[in-house]
């Protein structure tokens, strides 16, 4: 597949592809528990880097198959996510982001001085095993999936939750489970994320996983529109070519970066794909036939 | 029978005693009005019922059953559906999607056989979908269905508010002031409404409201709370002839 995409783009372009796949994993993950459930989650980075950790130690130290060392850093992230979701997710709001932020740092200070996981040098020599088809392939079943709760009845009680936890609650709905469910999610997608970039990288440090990229697959979800797939989807894919587009202004790249996100939240509040649905769309044009 | 029972209870914040020792048995098939002054503790009783608070003392039953200390979701679950004095839509939900969430408490199929679209799941989908466009029909919503619900006039989110708590199809409804911020041709409709549901769906109600017409007409039984005491319970006619009520809540005729 690489070889037949390359005779149409070059290996940069490529690469910039793959990036996005991964990003859009990191996006849906964090859109589950931000966008859709409604509660702010500022640690996802610090998930990432524990799949990351966890199938690059399994494949270098265990030397398991890449399969399986996908699929348990997921389940490691996910477990962490679990134990993590059950005492945080009674706080709501400013607190959970708090906590959220904290539980990042700790993550990456523990990477910092964990020794198999080689401290601050990171890890390296990780075979390259990740590539363009594996990725799209698994970006492809995760928004079928993922699409697929969203219209189920667990779908509706999760964005219940964000509009009125009271109201869901008052439906039947056992809100608590309901979000460590998200939260458990949203951190497997973030671990199978890590995973991926670990063996595409061949080389991962804590420094990968600090409090801006968390910050940064935050933004895809905002700038894309809380709540929506195609938004994340297209968050994921802006966010990551607009670094590179912008290579051409050089050092006032994160300047321009910046004023990006500050003019489309202004005239997009919430978000390029927010409260944008189908239906809307297939009204206006009526309107306008009339 | 008795289809809610309330046994002393005593609901405190701090050093405020919202309720105190408030007892009621509201028979099945009734609509029990609870009507009093603003503080005197209607919603507060309502968060108790419905499992939003734990009382500080006093038990509640449920058919029998003892729901002191049930939580919220489990409440529901067991066939109590409510509405809110200060509406709770999920306004960026569809109107549909609200009733189908209404729906969430008795519907069963699992997370992965909602993933992997199996059979089971797409039936109750089906079933869910049919009941609630029903219940929109019943409200007179159902050609404003894909609309935002917080984009709905007021009125029609109360009403929308009263679909999503049948979509749970409960035996025992409570309604928070379900005229407040109604005009009388409103409220005549809302009247019919209530009679209409409590027929058709064979519902017990417990209603707080302070339109007085309203309460009047359509409950049998009504209780007065003022200070988080009940000082009188009775019919229509009894209660507003009774002194204390009239002195503390409906006011004298000079």
């Known amino acids: 597949m690489e070889g037949f995409l390359l005779q149409f783009i070059d290996a940069y372009y490529l690469r910039i592809l793959v990036i996005i796949g991964i990003n859009i994993i990191l996006a849906l993950g964090l859109n589950l528990i931000t966008g859709v459930t409604g509660q702010l989650s500022m640690g996802h980075a610090g998930f990432m880097s524990i ?21 348990g850093g997921a389940v ?25 932020i904290g539980f990042g740092e700790i993550i990456r200070v523990f990477f910092l001085n964990f020794e198999l996981g080689g401290k601050a040098t990171g890890l390296y020599g990780m075979t390259k095993y990740t590539t363009f088809t594996t990725v799209w392939i698994l970006v492809i079943i995760i928004v079928l999936l993922n699409a697929k709760l969203l219209k189920s009845r667990h779908g509706r009680a999760l964005y ?14 056992n809100t608590t ?13 973030a671990g199978l994320a890590g995973g991926l970039y670990a063996h595409y990288m061949g080389y991962i440090a804590p420094k990968d996983f600090a409090f801006m990229k968390s910050i940064e697959i935050l933004n895809m979800v905002v700038l894309g529109g809380m709540g929506s797939i195609p938004g994340s989807i297209l968050g994921a894919f802006i966010l990551t070519i607009a670094p590179e587009m912008l290579r051409i202004v050089d050092e006032y790249r994160l300047l321009f970066y910046g004023a990006l996100l500050v003019i489309l939240m202004i005239f997009r509040p919430n978000g390029l794909l927010g409260n944008v649905r189908i239906y809307d769309l297939k009204k206006r044009f009526r309107k306008k036939e009339v | 029978m008795a289809v809610l029972k309330l046994e002393g209870i005593t609901q405190e914040f701090g050093g405020l005693r919202a309720l105190d020792s408030v007892s009621l048995e509201v028979e099945a098939g009734n609509i029990f009005g609870i009507i009093g002054p603003n503080g005197a503790g209607k919603t507060t009783l309502f968060n108790i019922i419905t499992g939003i608070y734990t009382p500080t003392e006093g038990n509640l039953f449920f058919k029998d059953e003892m729901i002191t200390n049930t939580s919220a979701y489990n409440i529901a679950r067991l066939g109590v559906g409510r509405t809110f004095q200060n509406i709770r839509l999920f306004g960026k939900l569809s109107v549909l999607d609200n009733v189908k969430v209404g729906s969430y408490g008795i519907t069963s199929s699992s997370f992965f056989s909602n993933l992997l679209g199996l059979p089971k799941a797409k039936r109750e989908e089906k079933l869910v979908t049919e009941k609630s ?37 409960p035996s025992l409804l409570l309604l928070d002031e379900p005229a407040a911020g ?31 017409n309203l309460v009047m007409n359509i409950c049998d039984l009504i209780a007065v709370l003022d200070y988080g005491k009940k000082i009188a319970e009775g019919n229509p006619v009894e209660v507003k002839s009774d002194e204390k009520v009239i002195m503390s809540y409906l006011g004298v005729e000079i």
Request: hydrophobic share 55%; aromatic share 8%.
């Open chain 2, 182 to 212: 109604m005009n009388s041709s409103e409220k005549l409709e809302l009247m019919e409404l209530i009679n209409g549901i409590k027929e058709q769906f064979d519902l017990t109600i417990l209603l707080v409201e302070h339109d007085m």
């Open chain 1, 51 to 71: 799949g990351a950790y966890t199938a690059a130690i399994l494949t270098l130290q265990f030397g398991l198959s890449f399969g399986i060392a996908l699929l």
């Open chain 2, 133 to 169: 466009l029903e219940l929109l029909e019943l409200v007179g919503l159902v050609e404003v269905r894909h609309e935002y619900a917080d984009s709905l006039a007021y009125g029609d989110q109360r009403r929308l508010e009263i679909a999503r708590a049948l979509a749970l199809e």
């Open chain 1, 76 to 100: 490691m992230a996910g477990l962490f996510g679990f134990l993590i979701g059950i005492p945080t997710l009674r706080l709501e709001g400013d607190y959970l982001a708090m906590v959220t």
């Open chain 1, 177 to 189: 489970l309901m979000k460590v469910l998200a939260f458990t999610i949203g951190a497997f997608l």
């Open chain 1, 160 to 173: 219940a939750i964000r509009e009125n936890e009271i109201a869901a609650e008052a439906a039947g709905v």
